[in-house]
């Protein structure tokens, strides 16, 4: 079946780089997503990348996709506490009308 | 602000109650959803609607009741709700079924 799988959380350093990893099973995703849920908020989409990219590049953010492996991370540079929210990868379902999310990674980041 | 606008934020409700959660985007997208976010789990596609027409049902139990009476409104009816309905619940849009999707603020639902 579909799935997309994240770690739960992740713990960084003021000005340090956060990396956060996911893993999906559908290989005919045309677009996979990001997307960053802060307290009390809806999902606020961050960037997206196209299946035939291998990166992409956007501001802070780095988007890197191994559609051999199905793995997509997302690193963001120079990491502040208003970072700290919760991510969430996305791949489009098999039907191809919805997006499905994987559980969020929890990103906390101290000062 | 995504433009799309959920009401109520925060709901409290009875088992026996009646209530709907509402959907609004004037953004002239023509696919809504119905997500539940639950703690510790992922989120939950409910409902696909397309065109107004629902074009995806996740097997979610008939005490959720979908409306779409056009493109810009969409409701979700409850009745009966379980205490482990208590989630939060999300709304959202995209121009079609194929695009990215953009999410209201969400309703809190709490069932006592």
């Known amino acids: 079946g579909e799935d997309v799988e994240q770690s739960l959380f992740l713990s960084v350093r003021e000005g340090d780089s956060s990396v956060i990893n996911c893993t999906y099973t559908?290989?005919?995703?045309?677009?996979l997503y990001w997307y960053k849920q802060e307290p009390g908020a809806g999902l606020q989409l961050l960037t997206y990348?196209?299946?035939?990219?291998d990166m992409k590049q956007d501001q802070r953010l780095t988007v890197l996709l191994n559609k051999k492996d199905k793995h997509l991370s997302l690193r963001i540079a120079d990491t502040q506490t208003g970072d700290s929210a919760i991510y969430f990868c996305?791949?489009?379902?098999?039907?191809?009308?919805?997006?499905?999310f994987g559980k969020g990674t929890t990103l906390s980041v101290s000062s | 602000e995504t433009g799309v606008t959920q009401t109520p934020r925060h709901l409290v409700m009875g088992m026996t109650n009646k209530k709907s959660l509402k959907c609004e985007q004037h953004?002239?997208?023509?696919?809504m959803y119905w997500y539940k976010q639950s703690a510790k789990k992922p989120l939950e596609l409910m409902f696909v609607?397309?065109?107004?027409?629902?074009?995806e049902n996740n097997s979610v139990p008939s005490r959720f009741s979908p409306e779409c009476p056009n493109s810009s409104h969409l409701f979700l009816h409850l009745h009966t709700l379980q205490p482990e309905d208590s989630a939060l619940y999300l709304c959202?849009?995209?121009?079609?079924?194929?695009?990215?999707?953009?999410f209201g603020q969400g309703t809190r639902l709490t069932v006592v």
């Open positions: 996305a791949e489009r379902s098999k039907a191809g009308t919805a997006l499905i």
């Open positions: 609607y397309n065109f107004k027409e629902q074009t």
């Open positions: 953004l002239g997208h023509n696919a």
């Open positions: 959202a849009s995209s121009p079609t079924g194929e695009n990215e999707a953009f």
């Open positions: 990348i196209f299946s035939n990219m």
């Open positions: 559908d290989s005919s995703s045309t677009y």
